[in-house]
């Protein structure tokens, strides 16, 4: 058998959604109905023969999607397992929902990528946009398990109302990060933009360089040695691979509590030399 | 059997089936992992009158604990899932928690029991929850920085009450390989040996005269009252030592009697031993049989 792979011929003029095409949802489906599969765009529908070119077998736990482009909407939307590689770039909502497996994206991902979701795994090399684990809008939690590793830098509002997770940026996060967070953690080894974890109300931003302004409503709680942030670095050693990227973690951190004017029981870490 | 001019009893151990769990209890330094495992492990030498019975089964470096830091492997066995459950949270709450530096975990798959889960409350609404590779840590903020405590821990079905008696011209001579037996057995992961030191002098037999009491001394091996009762003690022993064994399965029980009793025979005579036997009754109420001949052969 060989790897399920999907090629896009053209880039589509609209987006696509599509998430229909999950390891789990393809599961036990022949070559002839993976293409008879109806992705809908706009107000129509285009089959999967009329956007991919197919090769490989079905009914295969990983599935790969050549020449992706940020048109395709929703990769890996609520999928339960299996393996998604993208190879190009993710549109929006990539990994909406979704509660196992693991997708990566080899190019940028847009925005609202691991929006929503509740476990698995996703990773991506390049950039990632807005509302990285972030919530829908009207949805009162983002992201409520699982991890996010971004390669590069993500954009505004990372972690938007999340609840539970690990979201990992190597790079640099935009304006908000860690906005209305209600618990979880985000780690973040370049630069924030302004206003980091405005409106938190529980749940750890671990940043490794100070934001330019820190936000008033944080308050100093002193420099501390945490014992948790040693399981985490564990974790990381133990997981490898794109996680390793994260270390060595600074296990001795300044705390700040905040944001106080929800509560002040989250916390923002900035990691010191120890 | 004599083994080093000791007689082995053609008897066996009975043992009962018990829920157990591992908790790996760490510090700033080994010092203060000893102070909280040691407290957490008082006043826990027999289900009958302590809730449970628990005990140090080894030290671990840093390489082998959660956190990077030093600390200890603790077992505690009860005779209900309900009790252990209890035992566990009161334990370490009252020991561990209140203990400078320190922190629990995990040190056993099974059967979730609370062991962070309800210790959080403590904080007070300030406690922060983890999770680090899908297991759940509690960070409660305490007045020396955070109490780290994993959310459960596991359980499992174990075995208690394995033991043998060590027969001696004196308690001091008893004592002594006893000691012996209890540094040999010591180095068997998996079990403890949960009395004082590990021996214990008040073995009991079912019953009593008195209508309230469920056991009472084991007047057969009481030298004292040889003459008074049919006595299974000869006259030149002077006094009786039992080692009590409790294990997570049938084979660390074995491992720790043959340890125990193979360092017993290494005092040998000469050292004031004359038999080793073992507490049974008569078979009928406990499910697990240790045969002391079959144990050394």
Known sequence: MTELCLTLKHTPAQMVDVSALTPDLLAGKGREDILRIELPTGNRKLRVADLFDLSGDGAQSSLT????????????????????????????????????????????????????????????????????????????????????????????RAGDRMRRGLVLIAGDAGAY???????????????????????????????AHPPAEMPAKFQDAGEYELLFLTLLAKHFEHEGGSFKAFLPLSRRVRRYCGDLATGGKGEMLLGLSS | ?????????????????????????????LKWAYEAARTMTGFA????????????ECELTADETPDGRPGLAVLLFAVSSKELAKQVERRIGQCVLTS???????????????????????????????VIGGRRYWRVPVMDGEFLCEETTGMVRAVGGGNFLVLATSPAEALAACEAAIDAMSKVRGAIMPFPGGIVRSGSKVGSKYKALSASTNDAY??????????????????????????????????????????????????????VSAGNYGGKLGPFHFHLREILA
Do not use: W
């Open chain 1, 65 to 156: 999607i050549r020449a992706s482009t940020d048109r395709l909407a929703s990769i890996g939307a609520h999928m339960q397992s299996g393996t998604i590689a993208i190879e190009g770039d993710c549109g929006p909502y990539g990994g909406l929902g979704m509660r196992g497996g693991k997708i990566v994206v080899h190019g940028t991902a847009a925005a609202f990528v691991g929006c929503g979701m509740r476990g698995g795994a996703i990773e991506v090399r390049g950039d990632a946009g807005d509302f990285l684990g972030g919530a829908l809008p009207g949805d009162k939690q983002g992201m409520r398990g699982g991890s996010v590793v971004i390669h590069g830098n993500a954009g505004d």
């Open chain 1, 177 to 207: 990060c860690g906005s209305r967070m209600l618990a979880g953690t985000i780690v973040v080894s370049g630069r924030v933009g302004h206003s980091p974890g405005f409106g938190l109300k529980r749940g750890t931003l671990l940043l």
């Open chain 2, 1 to 29: 059997m004599i083994l080093n001019g000791v007689a082995i009893d053609d008897t066996f151990a009975e043992a009962f089936g018990m829920r157990a769990t591992r908790i790996i209890v760490t510090a700033l330094n």
């Open chain 2, 45 to 56: 030498t027999s289900v009958i009158g302590c809730g449970c019975e628990a005990g140090i």
């Open chain 2, 100 to 130: 400078p530096t320190s922190a629990a975990f995990s040190g056993i798959d099974g059967e979730p029991v609370a062991l962070g889960k309800n210790l959080r409350f403590f904080g007070d609404g300030y406690q922060m929850s983890k």
């Open chain 2, 222 to 275: 009481c030298p004292t009252l040889r003459g008074a009762v049919d006595s299974a003690l000869s006259p030149d022993i002077g006094a009786v030592l039992e080692i009590v064994i409790d294990g997570l399965t049938e084979t660390d029980v074995r491992n720790a009697m043959r340890a125990g009793v193979k360092a017993v025979c290494d005092v040998g005579a000469a050292g004031g031993v004359h038999r």
